[in-house]
């Protein structure tokens, strides 16, 4: 059985800074791609970014590239969102996601694991 558990959300103000992270058990975890997703109320899941197992091949969106960055510690199977120059819009509850097999998508329904997430807020 796969557990994914997010930690580090909270209340910060714009212009501020998160670090999220998610605890993996249950399978090789050096063996999967990872993904952080988020969903604000009334919105659509959207992809954030992801990595692939060997921490070379990351993708993010487009509103968070250079502002947020993905990595992982395959020896704490662990992945980690560092999210910088947060902005309002950026308030939504974060996933974090694990797929099999080496290549990175921003599709949802291709992660087949999910943590329950952690909520982020960013006030103006």
């Known amino acids: 059985q796969v557990h994914l558990v997010e930690s580090g959300g909270g209340l910060v103000q714009a212009g501020g800074s998160l670090r999220l992270s998610c605890a993996a058990s249950?399978?090789?975890?050096?063996?999967?791609?990872m993904g952080w997703f988020r969903q604000a109320p009334g919105k659509e899941r959207e992809f954030v970014a992801a990595?692939?197992?060997?921490?070379?091949?990351?993708d993010y969106t487009d509103s968070v590239k250079g502002r947020f960055t993905i990595s992982r510690d395959n020896a704490k199977n662990t992945v980690y969102l560092q999210m910088n120059s947060l902005k309002p819009e950026d308030t939504a509850v974060y996933y974090c996601?694990?797929?099999?097999?080496?290549?990175?998508?921003?599709?949802?329904?291709?992660?087949?694991?999910w943590g329950q997430g952690t909520q982020v807020t960013v006030s103006s």
């Open positions: 996601a694990q797929r099999p097999g080496m290549v990175l998508t921003p599709i949802p329904r291709r992660y087949d694991y």
């Open positions: 249950g399978r090789t975890f050096s063996s999967y791609v």
């Open positions: 990595i692939r197992s060997d921490g070379v091949s990351i």
